[in-house]
Nanobody, 125 residues
Framework: QVQLVESGGGSVQAGGSLRLSCAAS????????MGWFRQAPGKEREGVAV????????YYGDSVKGRFTISRANAKNTLHLLMNSLTPEDTAMYYC??????????????????WGQGTQVTVSS
């Protein structure tokens, strides 16, 4: 029922920026979490950034804090991830996800039951 569709991925040079978007539909909960995860070949899926509704509390992975910004547009239930100062280590498939609950100690992939199909981000040196 819940559908998440990512867009905005692509190739960029190191130091550049990209803005990812996630269009969500079917989210009828009054409280929920939406976020971004990424997975590079041979690595586990890691949390990038999460935002809670309705309190707008955000969580960021240590590797992206200060460089990435997650935001939510109420209209169209759209999630954004602004990625600045990109490095080749940011190269991964980026996934939009949604779940019913998260907190500072629980925003791993297990907290999110709904997933988009991903959008590829490639950063060249």
């Amino acid at each position: 029922q819940v559908q998440l569709v990512e867009s905005g991925g692509g190739s960029v040079q190191a130091g550049g920026s990209l803005r990812l978007s996630c269009a969500a539909s079917g989210l009828t909960y009054s409280r929920y979490c939406m976020g971004w995860f990424r997975q590079a070949p041979g690595k586990e899926r890691e949390g990038v950034a999460v935002i809670r509704t309705p309190d707008s509390i955000t969580y960021y992975g240590d590797s992206v804090k200060g460089r990435f910004t997650i935001s939510r547009a109420n209209a169209k239930n759209t999630l954004h991830l602004l990625m600045n100062s990109l490095t080749p280590e940011d190269t991964a498939m980026y996934y939009c996800a949604a779940g019913p609950y998260c907190n500072s100690n629980y925003w791993t992939a297990r907290a999110f039951g709904h997933w988009g199909q991903g959008t590829q981000v490639t950063v060249s040196s």
